[in-house]
């Protein structure tokens, strides 16, 4: 396979990508977030915030902008499961 | 030169690995699994992504844009590397799934085999990146419409079950104190918090505790005793406002108390260099990990990295008679392989070397896991020494979010002993603010 070096493994964004996303202003996590997509994959960020932040601080010379909140869930989680949390799933449904 | 199993024998009698492999071949209990249609042997209980790399299938799916090959790198439940489809649920991570009798597992979004991926041509047209945002909006209506299906058809995340699973009814907890985290720190605040007769839960995604000691090669097996309500083999999924959603074997508990004490200890992280995601690049958790199972990853190993695990992992395998370059202040400049690695670059002391190996050990220093803490408020900094971020807590573990603290390494980094003490010292912080605020 090619060369790429991989920030983000879940959702396939390559250094190169969030260097463009640099040179086009988005100097924060946010929005290279939004830019490129990284950390909205499988992991939510658990891989590659880490390394994103590095190359952000790396490039800019300072201390990266905080991350965005890790979402939920922290691993996949079975819809089924998920079902049971609305109006009739529970045992302490009255 | 192939991933393998290994025994005791093998081992210098008496070593503390020898004596965890002694443990698992006493009630090693043979099962065939199913990978894409091909029988697997294995041991009942091991995490399947293990029994597969002992067969020598380290390539399970591939990537969502490029289709790329994927394998198991981190092995604790951290990165996309082991999904698999098992039986008809898709998306399992293979490293937490234990190894039974008939289990079926196919690759996902791989056409046809994750083996061979007639899509990986992709990763070729796209040398650099494929901006698939900009594709979509730059072109007008029409072709977004036709990128979007082309996305979705390239980018599955495996095939949904045939038939609708149903609903799983929850259950309700509530406590004084939800402890997440079952290694040094939180085994040490749960016995704290009961002295200070507070109830507590505890809870962690491994099937028993330990935490990062479980993976140690270096250290006896031990089981230590837990004397507090726990749930293992369950993951603290998200947590808000004062409740937290635990899920374990496709069940939520919905838990509700007090204080949220958050011992997450820390992830692995493997660096940025070309071929970072090879399959075979694996971080030196995972690699000690199939270790203390009784599985050589490879027979030609780079380890790179200042980690302790590297160097634990180093002693194992020259013991092992296995050939290692060890390179503790060297970094990777490239991995290479088509869908393996094969080969790696190590810049080390000014100087540049190529090693042929069959696996590439990655330790780096590991980072705090802040996610749950995050997510429950607690605010984050910068460690500039170590380049990561890190919740923010006082002397005591206490977060600026009323209830919520964190306790041991995803603090900072602590010796094992240090681990144990913080996990007392916030547990008495937690009882206090709780007497306090009755």
């Keep these: 396979m090619t060369a790429k070096v991989m920030l983000c493994r879940c959702e396939d964004v390559t250094l190169d990508e969030v260097d463009e996303a640099i040179a086009l202003g988005h100097t924060d996590i946010e929005s290279v977030k939004r830019y490129t997509g990284f950390g909205t994959g499988w992991c939510q960020g658990k891989q590659c915030v880490t390394l994103c932040a590095r190359v952000l601080a790396e490039r800019t010379g300072e201390a990266p902008t905080l991350p965005f909140t890790p979402r939920p869930p922290v691993h996949p989680v079975p819809l089924g499961a998920l079902a049971s949390l609305g109006a009739h799933g529970g045992d302490d449904d009255a | 030169m192939a991933p393998r199993r290994i025994d005791a024998r ?8 020898a004596r965890r492999l002694a443990q698992i071949e006493k009630v090693a209990r043979a099962v065939t699994l199913e990978h894409d249609g091909t029988p697997v042997e294995a041991r009942a209980g091991e995490p399947v992504a293990l029994s597969l790399a002992a067969a020598g299938r380290l390539t399970l799916a591939r990537s969502p844009k490029y289709h790329r090959p994927r394998g198991a790198a981190c092995l604790r439940g951290d990165c996309d590397g082991c999904l698999v489809r098992a039986g008809d649920q898709p998306g399992v991570m293979a490293c937490r799934l234990a190894a039974d009798s008939g289990m079926k597992l196919t690759s996902q979004n791989a056409f046809p085999t994750a083996g061979f991926d007639v899509f ?17 909006v730059d072109f007008g209506d029409a072709v977004n419409r036709t990128m979007q299906v082309f996305a979705r058809r390239m980018a599955g995340s495996g095939t949904l079950p045939e038939l609708p699973t149903g609903v799983v009814p929850h259950r309700t907890r509530d406590v004084d104190v939800l402890v997440v985290g079952a290694g040094r720190a939180g085994l040490a605040a749960v016995e704290t918090l009961a002295r200070e007769g507070l109830s507590a839960l505890l809870v962690d995604e491994e099937p028993a505790p330990g935490g990062a000691q479980r993976d140690r090669v270096d250290l006896a097996p031990e089981r230590p005793t837990v004397s507090v309500d726990a749930m293992f083999d369950a993951t603290a999924a998200a947590t808000y406002a004062n409740e937290t959603l635990v899920v374990q074997h496709g069940a939520i508990t919905r838990v509700t108390c007090r204080a949220r004490l958050f011992a997450t200890g820390t992830r692995d992280v ?11 690049v694996v971080t030196a958790r995972a690699f000690a990990r199939a270790l203390t199972w009784g599985v050589l990853l490879g027979e030609r190993v780079v380890i790179v ?29 490239e991995a290479h392989g088509a869908t393996a690695v094969r080969k790696v670059t190590v810049r080390e002391k000014g100087a540049t070397a190529e090693h042929r190996c069959d696996v590439l050990v990655c330790a780096d220093e590991p980072v705090p896991a802040y996610e749950l803490a995050g997510q429950a408020g607690a605010g984050l900094a910068w460690d500039h020494d170590r380049r990561c971020f890190a919740p923010r807590s006082d002397d005591e573990g206490a977060t600026e ?9 995803v603090r900072r980094r602590m010796s094992d002993e240090q681990r144990s003490d913080d996990g007392v010292r916030v547990a008495r912080r937690i009882a206090r603010d709780l007497r306090g605020s009755r």
């Design chain 2, 401 to 409: 979010r009323d209830g919520v603290y964190v306790a041991g390494t």
């Design chain 2, 120 to 136: 990986a041509v992709t990763d070729w047209f796209f040398p650099k990146h494929l901006d698939h945002h900009r594709l979509m």
């Design chain 2, 305 to 333: 990295g200042p980690a302790a695990t590297g160097a634990r992992v180093n002693e194992v395998l020259r013991a092992l008679g296995v050939k290692t370059v060890y390179a503790p202040d060297g970094e990777v400049v």
């Design chain 2, 10 to 17: 093998e081992l210098p009698a008496g070593s503390a690995l």
């Design chain 2, 270 to 280: 493997i660096p940025a260099f070309a071929r970072n995601d090879l399959p075979g």
